[in-house]
């Protein structure tokens, strides 16, 4: 299995990006796609997480009513709406999978997550 993430770059603050990641060699039915962020020092970030049985989904506090994150039509492909973007919010931008159903709650773990992607690059300027 393969995700591959795209969509980052460059914005001044106020500004939005969309975020991509399609997975390859599997399609998940009953798991779970997700988004972390990391900047350089800092652990691995929760950012939001969406169930694809049910589309369920969770927020970090610091993203929530900015971000949004979405399913494409094939099972195999997560999205990342981020509007109102702040300086606060660069940070390689990585997208990770789960096979099996989760417990919504427990998915900010990074642990929890059977496959990552490479990452992206999401810069904000003020």
């Known amino acids: 299995v393969q995700l591959q993430a795209s969509g980052g770059g460059l914005v001044q603050a106020g500004g939005s990006l969309r975020l991509s990641c399609a997975a390859s060699?599997?399609?998940?039915?009953?798991?779970?796609m997700g988004w972390f962020r990391q900047v350089p020092g800092k652990e691995r970030e929760f950012v939001s997480v969406?169930?694809?049985?049910?589309?369920?989904?969770l927020y970090a506090d610091s993203v929530k009513g900015r971000f949004t994150i979405s399913r494409g039509n094939a099972k195999n492909t997560v999205y990342l709406q981020m509007n109102s973007l702040k300086p606060e919010d660069t940070a390689v931008y990585y997208c990770a999978a789960r096979e099996s159903r989760p417990i919504l709650t427990a998915m900010p773990i990074a642990a929890m997550y059977d496959y990552w992607g490479q990452g992206t690059q999401v810069t904000v300027s003020s």
């Open positions: 969406i169930r694809w049985s049910g589309g369920s989904t």
């Open positions: 060699g599997r399609t998940f039915s009953s798991g779970a």
